[in-house]
């Protein structure tokens, strides 16, 4: 048996597939299937692998594609932080020059207003140590520069030179407690000695006595009288000020030095100025507008347009006084004058008071004789009692012995 299966074993499989492919063919025919069995089977046991396959891939494709992108974002983070730094720098140096180019012009405005003939220099350098409290200037003697010139800014004194250089010149700051220069106050026209203070960037006044009304604000402005600053210059404005036994400790605020120093002018020919008035109050208290003036209903004889003396100036108040209330100084009157009356027009039958004979003065025409009072009219008016009215002519009358 077995060496017939084994003679006959390729026609046996043959027979054997083609049988199958023919129940094959009529189950596709019966169920009315167009995809073969087959095709359908090899689909269905290659789907798994290919599926296995397909997320490999995919996971792989993420796994590299993320971690490239990753460096990507990593570099493209760090391009964008050098250009935010780049931009923060170039936007701190734009503002630096916007800076430079305000105190320029604001340097450039005071040197145009200010009489005095400076020399515009920029700080190049300062003293060693924190507490240094001089500084190196740009200019020397080839611009002018001299020592004991003074050095200033628009907002304020700011030292002297004390040294000059063919190149630079070493400045002398007002914070400096060898420092000194005449200052007076701008309310009370106290004058002291302005000078540093050690540890600190505030000055002092000194040999101001105790009378000198000082308050907390007030303005310093150099006077000129230490033959270095020019006057009128503003110094510093008052901090506090404690009153003592002969004088006053004042401390005072300098206000050149006020923000750092970068741009000076150094003055090379002294001209002086004006002290400026205290306009402003020097609290921030609200202070009500004046109130209106009264004016009555018809003004006397004013300062404004008059030529006389004061004297002449009463004189005439007093007349136009008289002449409205129907008065004549000098005579006997009924009632005395209300002399806190306003000086009203005086009526046209009115008496003015106290008018010369040609003057209109107290309204009366020239020519005309002035109206009596009421005492010289009645006396007039009264007849005499003793005897006869006389006769026109003026002549005496005749006893009743002389009419016989």
Known sequence: ????????????????????????????????????????????????????????????????????????????????REEVGRLKLENQYLRNELTTADRARALHIFQQRTPSKTVAARVIGAGPGPASRIVYLDVGTPAGVRKGMAV???????????????????????????????????????????????GGNACRVDYIATEYQLEVGEWFF????????????PAGRVKSVERGAQFQKVIVEPT??????????????TVHGQIPENAEPLSEVYVAPPPPE??????????????????????EKYRALGASQGLRFGETSARPPDFNAPIRAPAANSDPAGAPDGGDAAGVPPGEAPARSPQTAGAAAKPETSGPAAPAGGAAPLSPERRR
């Open 256 to 269: 050149g030095t006020l923000g750092g120093l970068e741009e000076v002018l150094v003055v090379v020919e």
């Open 1 to 80: 048996m077995d060496s017939l299966l084994a003679r006959y074993r390729n026609i046996l499989v043959l027979i054997a597939v083609l049988l199958g492919q023919l129940l094959l063919l009529g189950y596709q025919i019966r169920t009315q299937r167009d995809v073969p069995l087959i095709r359908v089977w090899a689909v269905t046991a290659v789907t798994p692998f290919a599926m296995a396959l397909e997320a490999g891939r995919t996971f792989f494709q993420r796994t590299i594609g993320d971690y490239f992108h990753s460096r990507d974002l990593a570099g493209e983070n760090r391009r964008l």
């Open 152 to 198: 200033v800014a628009p907002d304020g004194i700011v030292g002297k030179i004390v040294a000059a250089y063919p190149t630079s010149s070493l400045v002398q700051l007002v914070t400096d407690p060898n420092f000194a220069a005449g200052v007076i106050s701008q309310k009370s026209r106290a004058k002291g000695i302005l000078r540093g203070l050690d």
């Open 294 to 315: 009264e004016h009555p209903a018809a003004e006397g004889p004013t300062r404004e347009g008059f030529t006389g003396t004061d004297a002449d100036l009463l004189m």
């Open 222 to 233: 150099t006077s000129g009288e230490d033959r270095v600053f020019p006057k009128g210059l």
